[in-house]
C-alpha cells in the first residue's frame, strides 16, 4: 500500500484488509481532513465499528489525553472502552464499554502515535492510514459539520501542531495515505 491512494481506493483496499482478518485500523490526519467520512464508509462496507476521538477527548485543550486514551482504554486487552465527554456541559459523561474480541476502526487527531500502535498490534493485524488534505478546505469543511468550532478552530490548530511537532507522538510512515475524502 505505498503512495497516496483517492478515497474510493482507500475504502476498497481496508475494506479487503478487514476481509483478510485485520483487527484495528488507526486513521490519522488533521481536522477536516475526511477521517470520519472514511472510517464511516470502511463500516458501512464491512459492520466493524468505528471509535471517534471526538466523542473522548476531554475538551478543546484534550488533544494529548485523548490520544493516550486509544491506547490506555480503547485498545486495553481487558475491559476497554472510553469515558464519553459530555460537549455540553464540558465535563466527562458516562462509561462507554468496547468488545475485546470486536474489530476497530479507530479515528481522529492524535491516533496516530507508537504508542497506540503497539497496543493495536497486542489485538493482532493494524492498518495505519493518514488523510491528507489543504488546510483551507479542510476548515471550511469543519466548521460546515460544526459552526461552534469557528471559536476553537485556532487553539485546536496549535493543539495539532504541537501534538506533531513532538516526534514521539507521530508515525512519520503509515501503510496507507489518502488524499482527503
Keep these: 500500500m505505498d503512495g497516496v491512494v483517492s478515497f ?6 481496508l475494506a479487503d484488509v478487514c476481509a483478510r482478518g485485520t483487527r484495528t485500523i488507526l486513521i490519522g490526519g488533521r481536522s477536516g481532513s475526511g477521517k470520519t467520512t472514511l472510517a464511516r464508509a470502511v463500516a458501512e462496507r464491512t459492520g466493524h465499528k468505528v471509535v471517534h476521538l471526538d466523542d473522548f477527548y476531554p475538551g478543546w485543550g484534550g488533544l494529548a489525553e485523548g490520544s493516550r486514551m486509544v491506547a490506555r482504554d480503547v485498545l486495553a486487552p481487558v475491559d476497554p472502552g472510553y469515558t464519553r465527554w459530555d460537549w455540553g456541559n464540558d465535563r466527562p459523561g458516562g ?87
Design 95 to 181: 462509561w462507554v464499554p468496547l468488545d475485546p474480541g470486536e474489530v476497530l476502526i479507530v479515528e481522529g487527531v492524535g491516533t496516530l502515535t507508537p504508542e497506540n500502535l503497539r497496543a493495536a498490534r497486542r489485538r493482532g493485524t493494524c492498518v495505519t492510514v493518514r488523510v491528507e488534505l489543504d488546510q483551507e478546505t479542510r476548515r471550511a469543511r469543519a466548521l460546515a459539520r460544526d459552526p461552534e468550532f469557528g471559536d476553537w478552530w485556532e487553539y485546536w490548530a496549535l493543539s495539532e501542531e504541537r501534538h506533531a511537532a513532538d516526534a514521539a507522538n507521530v508515525l512519520s510512515d503509515v501503510d496507507l495515505v489518502v488524499a482527503g475524502g
Design 8 to 13: 474510493d481506493a482507500a475504502v476498497d483496499l
